[in-house]
């Protein structure tokens, strides 16, 4: 069945596809083409991590001794090894797809523990104040003392690397960023009229945190997790790399420019393409966190919406 035909036997999705083509943030987000290439390269991503990973793990990881070091831009050895092989003959180009599901499994679950723990923390931070507001400062005070790289370099020290480890020393150190964000907006909201309504109307805190104010906060903090996805990518890859994060058979991004530093002058090709994906990487989810700042800020939308509205009237 066709899109067509699938249109006229449903014509509710055809008006939901419509309005979905015509809402601002859709146009804002066709008319940005750095917006654009940024998702698909993470959708790309997110698909080689979650899709095509699992089936080409057992190959990836296996070793061909008379490969070592094999050239890449070559298909005599099959596509796999396009990108070369690294110094066990590995198929640099599958362990990518591994790498990424690595690190993309790290900064989901490192972002999503950091931001859910510091946006409720922040909520109820900035909504009761006082000695609440001051004990919670005050601890996120401490981590933020500590730099998140050094605590995480003392921590895996300590314990034993592994993802799980990695991902909550990682989760725990960005818990102030978040903390504090959501405590500054919640602050500001609270003053406003209409929770003062809902306090006159008999409405408990709770349901004025998580109904009235929490959805306010949310697109901010949303926002921000966008942004430190890259971070948190970036910090796995440091830490790998300085010998500290993941060990083999696991094996991310950072792991594998970590393997590539020693043959840099006879294999470059080994350090540099993990570490043009990184980049990619981190810098897709910034371009896009930043569109996302100005989607959310009304002052910018308005001025798009201008500027193509006298476009659109100047083409006339």
């Not at 408990?204 to 998580?210: K, L, Y």
């Amino acid at each position: 069945m066709g899109v067509t035909s699938l249109l006229s036997t449903n014509p509710s999705a055809g008006t939901r596809i419509s309005r979905w083509r015509s809402s601002p943030r859709w146009q804002m987000f066709v008319s940005s083409p750095l917006a654009v290439a940024s998702a698909t390269w993470l959708l790309f991503v997110l698909v080689l991590a979650f899709v095509v990973a699992p089936l080409v793990v057992d190959v990836a990881n296996h070793q061909t001794i008379g490969l070592r070091f094999f050239a890449p831009f070559q298909f005599d050895k099959g596509f796999a090894f396009f990108l070369g092989a690294d110094s066990l003959g590995r198929p640099i180009m599958l362990q990518l797809i591994v790498g990424a599901r690595t690190s993309v499994l790290i900064a989901i679950f490192s972002v999503g523990i950091s931001a859910t723990i510091g946006y409720a923390i922040g909520l109820i931070s900035g909504y009761f104040g006082g000695w609440v507001d001051n004990i919670l400062l005050r601890i996120a005070d401490i981590i933020h003392t500590v730099p998140s790289l050094l605590m995480a370099l003392v921590v895996l020290f300590v314990l034993q690397p592994s993802i799980l480890n990695l991902v909550i020393v990682l989760g725990i150190t960005r818990i102030p960023v978040y903390l504090r964000t959501s405590r500054t907006q919640t602050m500001e909201v609270r003053e406003r009229m209409f929770v003062e309504v809902a306090k006159a109307i008999g409405a408990s805190d709770w349901r004025i945190i998580t109904r009235d104010i929490a959805p306010l906060v949310f697109p901010t903090i949303r926002t921000l997790a966008m942004l430190e996805v890259a971070a948190v990518i970036l910090s796995a890859a440091s830490l790998t790399f300085l010998g500290i994060g993941l060990q083999r058979p696991d094996v991310d991004w950072g792991m594998m420019v970590s393997d590539g530093r020693a043959y840099l002058k006879s294999a470059w090709f080994v350090a540099v393409f993990p570490g043009i994906v990184i980049v990619l990487t981190a810098l897709s989810a910034n371009i896009l966190s930043n569109w996302l700042r100005a989607v959310e800020d009304p002052a910018q939308s308005t001025l798009f919406f201008r500027a193509r509205k006298k476009k659109r009237s100047s083409s006339q």
